[in-house]
């Protein structure tokens, strides 16, 4: 996929006997543009293959868009079906320490960056449909709309608390708690939003529905999301 749009997959990092790779287009500035992330939790594949579809669909295309991509954060993870990394560590609570060598390579990638918009994509086992957070800042707020695009793929989530946090027709909208998050361990989106996004989202498929309609799904909200930056 690089090769054809060509622009070089960039070397992250190698850590856990696995390369790690990086896709920035020469479009992307130090503001604006899409950061993209999947793969964070091993036990989640259809985030990294919704993302790797999102981008042949438009192999032609990425190069002028401005894309910061990470298609896999822990292939060590999906290589074992395993959520944690291979110290038994949950990547998506080390964004508020300095210790983790995917976290500081990530750091040092972003660097001085400003995104218009964050997505990281997941999967969630218990999940009875898709559902979203979103990090409350600009308005007028994308939740909704996200949402409603993967619902030509997949349910909406129909549970009123998801891990013990309200949500409506899907999506939660949340402020930082940085008390909570300091306790729970930062995430991602949390970390973007603190330091380099305008806008900070979380999607989630049900890992127990069929992988291609997941797929799919995850690929509408990149859709929907390009839609909503790039025009």
Known sequence: MARAAKVPLRPLLRVDGYPHFLFRTPALQET?????????????????????????KHVRKLRDWPLFLLPCLNPWGLVGNVRMNARGLDLNRMFHVKREPVVEAMRAAVAQRQFSAAVMLHEDYD???????????????????????????LPIDPRLRIDGRKVVSGLHRRRVD???????????????????????????TPSEFALERRVAAQVAVLEEMTRRVLG
Do not use: C, M, N
Not at 34 to 55: K, M, N, R
Not at 130 to 151: C, F, H, K, M, S
Not at 179 to 204: D, M, N, S, V
């Open 127 to 153: 999940a009875q449909g898709v559902y979203l957070y979103e990090v409350q800042r600009v308005r007028p707020y994308w939740g909704e709309a996200l949402l409603e695009a993967a619902t030509a793929h």
């Open 32 to 56: 604006g543009g899409i950061y993209v992330s999947a793969g964070i939790h091993g036990d989640e594949p259809a985030a990294t293959e919704g993302l790797i579809a999102w981008a042949e």
């Open 178 to 204: 940085r008390k909570r998050f300091a306790a729970i361990g930062y995430p991602e989106a949390i970390w973007l939003h603190l330091e380099h996004a305008q806008r900070a989202f979380t999607f989630e």
